[in-house]
């Protein structure tokens, strides 16, 4: 029988307990910290279905970004509609609000989630990956620029990152961005012919997008051209100001000016965190204003701000070592005592929460299951036969040296010592 795969780009994580897969463990821990940090900051949950209508990417991501010309996982359902797994989160957030009739107000939300690319994998790029996002939602230009950087600051202190570097931008106000993009123009269609296929289609659909070129041609080109800081306002050049000033005590803030992000809707501030830990791959979390894309998707107009960030990306980064909870391993070896051992392993679960206890539960032997113990780097062997049951005792062996001695304790003292594990 042909053999059935998972598809690619698209990978199972398994927590330690059953395997090695150390990412696994990363993922989930990087996933409950964001969570806190986002409840920290007093951020709501949103939950938005991971199908849409192929049409809401189309007019939201854009119609000249990779995403969306090349990435999309769509197809055509029962009823010939055209509908895609979402690609990032920010659309569906709107959609969301605009559906409910709630775009006339303030909304500070988070999710948290796979999105689907249509990508070539290579390291830290997959077709199924997950993001956690943020968007604030009814906060013009100011502060909400300060509280989303902010929340980047947490998240890198919190995770223990060691060398994250911010990057920033500012796209400037409607007008600016147009009499830039001309000029970008002017300067570039004399120069057509040494322009690749790729970056010549950026300049005829979005040429701001150009500044983000892979090309090292491009890139000389670029060089002699018209830079977007001569162009947006002082307004626009102050908020980098203001977040160097408020937060390079905390991170590496960098302004680079041809950063553009690849999606359109972006208005104003626009940033990405990247960690040299990463490789080529090294964005782990990007983000920027969006004024425009509530009231192009047909609700209110309402200012936005908001960033995702790649978990997989984020985790690979995180060192969890210290972070793994003490584990002890229950060992029941009759199976006629086991309801009395439950009883007592739900006494000493209860006493403890911040260590785990796991119950073996197979009928195997005394040996097999101290080498599960030992395997799943459990600090402590519990042992209760019906010995043990007797004089309500019960054996513990410490795992970490292999030469201790076991120690028979009553259940008294057993509470005790499973009181002190840290
Ligand atoms: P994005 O930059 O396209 O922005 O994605 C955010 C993050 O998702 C990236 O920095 C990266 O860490 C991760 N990511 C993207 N594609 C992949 C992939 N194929 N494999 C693994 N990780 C990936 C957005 O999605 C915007 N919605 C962010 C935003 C929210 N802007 C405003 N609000």
Not at 274 to 296: P, V
């Amino acid at each position: 029988m042909e053999k059935i795969h998972s598809l690619t780009g698209m990978m199972d994580l398994i927590a330690k307990k059953t395997s090695k897969d150390e990412i696994a463990d990363k993922v989930f821990y990087t996933e409950e910290v964001l969570r806190k940090v986002f409840e920290n900051y007093s951020i709501s949950e949103i939950r938005t279905p991971a199908l849409e209508n192929s049409s809401l990417f189309k007019r939201s991501v854009g119609d000249t970004s990779d995403i969306v010309n090349k990435e999309l996982f769509s197809f055509f359902d029962k009823n010939n509609k055209s509908i895609t797994l979402r690609p990032e989160g920010t659309a569906s957030v709107i959609r969301s609000i605009i559906e409910k009739k709630i775009d006339n107000e303030s909304h500070k939300l988070w999710y948290m989630g796979p999105m689907w690319r249509y990508e070539r994998p290579q390291k830290g790029r997959y077709r199924q990956f997950t993001q956690a996002g943020v968007e604030m939602l009814g906060y013009p230009q100011g502060l909400a620029e300060l509280e989303i950087i902010s929340m980047v600051c947490s998240i890198n202190k919190e995770l223990g990152l060691e060398n994250p570097i911010l990057k920033i931008n500012h796209l400037g106000d409607n007008e600016s961005k147009k009499n830039y993009c001309q000029a970008l123009e002017d300067f570039l269609r004399p120069l057509s012919s040494k322009l690749s296929q790729n970056d010549l289609e950026k300049l005829d659909k979005n040429p701001l997008r150009i500044l983000d070129t892979k090309n090292e041609e491009t890139q000389k080109i670029l060089c002699k051209g018209p830079k977007i800081n001569e162009y947006i306002p002082k307004e626009s050049l102050d908020i980098l100001d203001l977040i160097k000033n408020t937060f390079s005590e905390d991170c590496i803030i960098e302004v680079d000016h041809n950063l553009v992000r690849g999606l359109d809707y972006y208005t104003g501030f626009v940033f990405e965190a990247i960690s040299s830990d990463l490789g080529a791959q090294d964005a782990y979390l990007g983000g920027g204003r969006y004024d425009n894309l509530c009231h192009h998707l047909g609700g209110k107009s309402l200012p936005a701000i908001g960033m995702a960030i790649g978990i997989e990306r984020l985790a690979s980064l995180v060192k969890t070592e210290e972070n793994i909870k003490t584990l002890v391993s229950l060992i029941i070896i009759s199976s006629n005592i086991q309801p009395k051992a439950y009883k007592i392993a739900h006494k000493l679960r209860s006493i403890n929460n911040s260590i785990n206890i796991d119950v073996q539960l197979s009928e195997a032997s005394l040996k097999s299951k101290l080498r599960r113990a030992n395997k799943d780097n459990a600090t402590y062997a519990l042992i209760i036969g019906d010995e043990e049951l007797k004089s309500e005792t019960i054996i513990v062996k410490s795992l970490l040296d292999e030469d201790s001695e076991q120690i028979v304790m009553n259940f008294k003292d057993i509470e005790n010592f499973i009181k002190e594990i840290k």
